[in-house]
């Protein structure tokens, strides 16, 4: 069976920092395609980050400089660096792995930036 599971969200204040982890199990993470996803309130779901097996990696316009995406394929997992955070970055943020037809969703970890 396959699981992703985010972990490493939160509150915190504008300006701060988190990094949020999505651990793999039952697959084999370095073959996959990764992605962080963020949903905000009455919004779809945004395609934030990409981390590709040949390690290149793609941001959205609106992180790139402040966001790192991130594997250890020893641990099976999958990092978001999050520096400077904005208020406008409060969602829930969501890890996926792709592989050709193959897409597997982690169940997901709020993160709220709020003074």
């Known amino acids: 069976q396959v699981q992703l599971v985010e972990s490493g969200g939160g509150l915190v204040q504008p300006g701060g920092s988190l990094r949020l982890s999505c651990a793999a199990s039952g697959i084999i993470l370095s073959i996959y395609v990764m992605d962080w996803y963020r949903q905000a309130p009455g919004k779809q779901r945004e395609l934030v980050a990409s981390?590709?097996?040949?390690?290149?990696?793609n941001y959205v316009e609106s992180v790139k400089g402040r966001f790192t995406i991130s594997r250890d394929n020893a641990k099976n997992t999958v990092f978001l660096q999050m520096n400077s955070l904005k208020p406008e970055d409060t969602a829930v943020y969501y890890c996926?792995?792709?592989?050709?037809?193959?897409?597997?969703w982690g169940q997901g970890t709020q993160v709220t930036v709020s003074s």
């Open positions: 996926k792995g792709r592989r050709g037809t193959l897409e597997y």
């Open positions: 981390a590709f097996s040949s390690g290149i990696t």
